[in-house]
């Protein structure tokens, strides 16, 4: 059962690894959701921790240092700085932004890991695993591959095969090999602990079914994990980057990284104790059961994308239920993924809008960008960015509708009221209704992020904005200006008051556009309590005339960002492609049989149920002579005719599609597979031989 009524709110937002730039796909899938609840729940008066870092343990971690050329410790020293410093750009709120890396989470996990190993919760099992016997070591699932069982993909990892998806264990790779020396890995025993999850299967799913409330995503997930029956679960491994498993005799062992890596929670709150308080007294509230009920209840949510569900809702909930004194997630709001211009995004492939150099490339557009990830956030499926659509919306929805709204009610007060807040007069019925329904919709918005439908919330903060535009539409205070300036007065003073709330409901999504509006009415302290109040902003209070919300973004600086991916797709493709060898060596009376010669394209036509055939009608001098040539996939036809091209003369004619080739064309091929013609450095005549 969900807590009703909760004293305060301990907010997680996923530990990502520290091997890497934050992109889109995180922002829309935790970060921007988190951060939006948060601050709701901060305007609306309650005690919130809002807590996330970085997990500097772990294979990725390890994987990235051996490709950079670096320690671990480089590796994580290096991301940690930027990822805080990009998030902070954006406006994530956290309250601290910790690192796995530290002594207090070190001790943290440890605590935990002990208080288990001497509950006997663990079963301690000897198994075979791969050893690399050159590399000395053993190798986790992500240093071997292997041929696929399933699709033969002869570079499945130990873990998956990225190209038929299936999950796999490192036994089931055929002819394994060590990504860390290439050698044949050899069995060898090692003793590990195991999570006893298939005992534990009854309490999680009394935990799980007790939260039917929780989004079908990852209610659905959770149950077709309980269906297929839970299985033990290594909580070490054997790794030299982690913390050391605090038994003795483990040397070479560290704590699984999803043992730890959610400890790392609950060890960042007592990290931001530390740094606000100088000690982490306190840290119990936001994560034990209230000892007597004076302390009122935390409720614990977890932001997480859909790829940490099970370690959220069936793993971590697991281990906090056998050690027994914490509070266990009351909702884990899951999304689903973001994809990008039609693709999926990908690090490795470079295909993803990074958010440091979206920060560098479009500046002071921090809410555009939160804007377009919530309004298409990825809340019940998977959805798509697009730049095309990233302009759309900022063109047509913040500064068409929303910008504009707060645009003429602070300029017409300028003009026609001297710049300050004027009086309210006598109210019509179309001022009452405006000032009812703006009543109306802090409740409402308040109901869809209370229950993590963000997408939802912003669509009525746009209806908010939709209602200011179409009160200034209906009432037309620049008409009325000629002939009842009292009137102006009341229908401006009425607008203003609809800003001044539109400013409040709006700040978990677009908090720096909310801060520049309440600086130009000079609306401060206001909490969500005070929304939809017809009073916030008093009489004779000055407005200032600030510069636009938002501007219009032309399509050049779209183009640039769509070219952008295009360059990285064609980097990616290039990459491993390296130049073919030498073929055998021929002779001169070989080279001297072929008749190249110089020829000019005529015509051009495209062949009919062909993909890459153009027919062309070229002039070699003394005749005309039809080609078939394979370049349709690289030119159009209207764009090869007059060129100048070397053209193999004497090859013997072949039939293709029912015509007849008569020699051929001769392309360059360049390294990403496009053609280009081979032609000479000056216009030769049409029949000049090639030597
Ligand atoms: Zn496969």
């Known amino acids: 059962m969900p807590i009703s009524n909760p004293e305060r709110y301990t907010v997680t937002a996923a530990l990502i690894y520290a091997n890497g730039p934050i992109h889109i796909g995180h922002l829309a899938g935790c970060y921007v959701p988190a951060d939006i609840y948060v601050r709701y729940l901060r305007s609306s008066g309650k005690e919130v921790a809002f807590i996330s870092g970085t997990d500097e343990h772990g294979v990725p971690i390890t994987i990235r240092a051996k490709k950079e050329g670096l320690t671990p410790q480089q590796v994580v020293d290096k991301y940690y700085e930027q990822i805080d410093t990009s998030f902070k750009s954006l406006g994530i709120s956290f309250d601290v932004y910790s690192r796995t890396s530290k002594p207090i989470h070190h001790e943290t996990s440890r605590e935990i890991f002990r208080d288990l190993y001497d509950k006997k919760v663990f079963i301690e099992e000897t198994t075979e695993q791969y050893y690399d016997e050159t590399a000395q070591q053993f190798l986790a699932d992500r240093y071997i591959v292997g041929t696929c069982p399933v699709c033969a993909n002869p570079n499945a990892y130990g873990d ?8 796999l264990s490192p036994l089931e790779l055929k002819d394994p090999r060590s990504t860390l020396s290439g050698a044949k890995p050899v069995l060898k025993a090692t003793k590990n602990w195991y999570l006893p999850l298939d005992k534990m299967q009854p309490d999680i799913e009394a935990y799980v079914n007790g939260h039917s409330e929780w989004k079908t995503n990852v209610f659905g997930q959770c149950q077709s994990w309980l269906k297929d029956g839970l299985k033990p679960r290594a909580m070490t491994r054997d790794l030299d980057w982690g913390i050391k498993v605090p038994v003795e005799d483990t040397d070479g062992k560290v704590l699984y990284v999803w043992f730890e890596a959610p400890i790392g929670y609950i060890s960042a709150t007592k990290d931001w104790l530390i740094q606000k308080n100088g000690s982490d007294e306190g840290w119990k509230k936001w994560w034990q059961p209230a000892k007597d009920i004076s302390e009122g209840q935390t409720k614990l949510v977890h932001f997480i994308g859909k790829d940490n569900i099970v370690f959220h809702c069936i793993i971590f909930p697991a281990m906090l239920m056998a050690e027994g004194n914490y509070i266990l997630a009351d909702n884990v709001p899951a999304n689903e993924f973001m994809n990008l211009e039609g693709d999926k995004i990908s690090t490795s492939r470079n295909w993803a809008v990074w958010l440091h150099e979206y920060l560098e490339e479009l500046p002071d557009k921090q809410d555009v960008l939160r804007y377009v990830l919530t309004a298409n956030a990825p809340e019940t499926k998977d959805s798509e960015f697009t730049w095309k659509d990233f302009q759309t919306r900022n063109n047509s929805e913040l500064v068409g509708i929303y910008g504009n709204f707060i645009n003429r009610a602070v300029v017409l007060t300028q003009k026609f009221c001297e710049g300050k807040v004027p009086q309210r007069g006598e109210l019509q019925e179309i001022d009452r209704n405006a000032l009812e329904e703006l009543a109306k919709f802090p409740g409402k918005i308040a109901d869809s992020m209370e229950n993590y439908r963000f997408r939802e919330a912003l669509a009525l903060i746009m209806d908010l904005a939709r209602t200011g535009n179409k009160y200034l539409a209906d009432t037309q205070p620049w008409h009325v200006i000629k002939t009842d300036p009292e009137r102006v007065n009341t229908i401006l003073n009425i607008a203003l008051q609809i800003s001044a709330s539109l400013s409040i409901v709006s700040e978990p999504v677009l908090p720096f556009t909310a801060a520049k509006i309440q600086e130009q009415l000079g609306l401060s302290g206001k909490t969500w309590q005070d ?28 183009e640039k960002q769509v070219q952008k991916l295009h360059d990285a797709k064609r980097l990616n493709e290039l990459e491993g492609k390296t130049v073919l060898p030498v073929k055998p060596e021929i002779q001169y009376d070989d080279f001297s049989k072929m008749d190249i010669r110089i020829a000019t394209i005529l015509e051009a036509e495209n062949v009919p149920k062909s993909k890459k055939l153009l027919k062309l009608l070229i002039d070699i001098g003394s005749e005309q002579r039809t080609v078939l040539s394979g370049i349709s996939e690289h030119f159009k036809a209207e764009e090869v005719i007059g060129k100048k091209v070397l053209y193999l003369a004497n090859l013997a004619p072949r039939k293709m599609m029912g015509m007849e080739s008569h020699g051929m064309i001769l392309m360059a091929e360049d390294r990403d597979g496009s053609l280009a013609f081979v032609q000479p450095g000056k216009d030769v005549w049409n029949g000049g031989t090639v030597n």
């Open 160 to 167: 998956q095969c990225e190209r038929c998806g299936s999950t």
């Open 531 to 558: 929304a939809g109040n017809a009073d916030l902003l008093t009489p004779g209070q000055p407005v200032l005339e600030g510069k636009l919300l938002f501007e219009k973004i032309e399509d050049s600086v779209i």
